[in-house]
């Protein structure tokens, strides 16, 4: 593939801008860049999905997969479209893993090989709509496997994984490129760096900034140069939230005996746990044992959560309370709420949306409001782009934005899952930055859901743990691990 003076633009904005990469048929390529840098968007070209503003992309392969965050979306967003919960007796989970496999070829011995290496045979007969974000990508990885591509582009696709699973990725992708496959791999994280690569290239607001040989001093002091964090003190805007104290002898969250069950099996069962005022907690587990259903629970964005012994904010779940008067004292990030904001607006009125707990805002807001989304948006580096409808914000834009979101009104309980999910190194640490100035500021207590080793906080002293249950029923046993819990 060749490309030569390439740009793409949206209006007179450049998007990226490529004088001259020459990449040869079967060149694997590393292309490392922070949020905004351009790489979705090269994925795009080289997938033959995005128009050029001008310049030309030549000798390009027949067949390219481009496996991407967006790319997720759209399925889910298919899956949405097809929902026939309103036409059945009961939920509509989705299409069946099997079924979407089956639909790029006919089910065969490379299906059985491709569920097996990815650890898909437990998924393979529940409904996409049900599955964990980690889970969806290993699904979407080995849709694009089983088509066979001449080029396969992979962006981000670490995202959403726990250890083991990022582990074993990185082994197929270095397999597959020992194999002769032909493998693009876009990334913002220094540690999703795979080994097999021998080409890196390096992208910034939308400039090739490096292109050449690959190693692990010349990839490493590229990065750090380019995403030295900042250490400049974080100063957070007031809130228009609620500021009367939390009772500190009162639990945010009390559940007894609590339970989530499918048909016969429980995915969990049993467990009794307090959540006090400034007990920050981590939840620990590998993907799909529940960690993000646990917190549904909590928010009521699980059904079950009204089957449940459940107190949130001292209001007793099932006994009549709104909604909304739960949420009003909650800041929630998740991969399900990102895939669920959907409508219309910029990136103001995203943040804003924080305030009213809606996704959107249907209710006038004023000058007040307005200034307190503009401060956010400034604290997370996106100021210039406040009028940029949300969808057209990359994935980890957005990300930053929802973050922004959950924070606006500095909640009596904020709930962060998976939240740096598709940001760079960078803005990783300096959400958890923001995070940490936030929550010893106020009485904000944290629960936190993440894979990233590197992704805690020195407040964080208690522990739910998911681990494989004994029982023959049962998917997963919890265990609680207290504030006298030191990890070894």
Known sequence: MLLSDLTVKIGSQSLLSIDHWAIETNQSWLVMGTNGSGKTTLGRVLANEQKLSSGSLTHTPNKVQFLSLE?????????????????????????????????????????????????????????????????????????????????????????????????????????????????????????????????????????????????????????????????????????????TPWPADKPLVQLTRGFVQYDETFQFQGLNWMLMPTQHSQIHGPNGCGKSTLLGLITGDHPQCYRNNLEVLGYQRGQGESIWQVKKNIGYVSGALHRDYRVSGNAVTAIISGLTDSIGVYQATGDSEHHLAMQWLEIIGLAEKANRPFKKLSMGEQRLVLIARALIKQPKLLILDEPTQGLDDFNRHYVMQVVNTLITGNDSTLLLVSHRQDETLDCIKSRLVFTPSTLKNTLFDVNFLGPEYREA
């Open 71 to 243: 790319s997720q979306q759209e399925l889910y967003e298919r899956e949405l479209y097809r929902d026939d919960t309103d036409f059945i007796d009961q939920i509509d989970n989705g299409t069946p893993v099997r079924e979407l496999l089956s639909e790029v070829h006919a089910w065969s011995d490379r299906h059985e090989q491709l569920s097996a290496s990815l650890h898909l045979e437990p998924l393979l007969d529940r409904g996409y709509r049900v599955l964990s974000s980690g889970e969806g990508r290993r699904v979407m990885l080995a849709r694009a496997l089983l088509d066979e591509p001449d080029l396969l582009i992979l962006d981000e696709p670490f995202e959403g994984l726990d250890l083991a699973s990022r582990k074993e990725l990185h082994a197929l992708i270095t397999n597959l490129i020992n194999a002769g496959h032909w493998l693009i791999l876009l990334v913002n994280q220094f540690d999703d760096v795979v080994q097999g690569f021998e080409h890196m290239a390096l992208l910034d607001k939308g400039k090739l900034l490096y292109q050449g040989p690959l190693s692990a001093e010349s990839s490493e002091s590229q990065w750090l140069h380019l995403a030295a964090l900042n250490k400049t003190p974080i100063s957070l805007p007031p809130t228009l939230g609620d500021t």
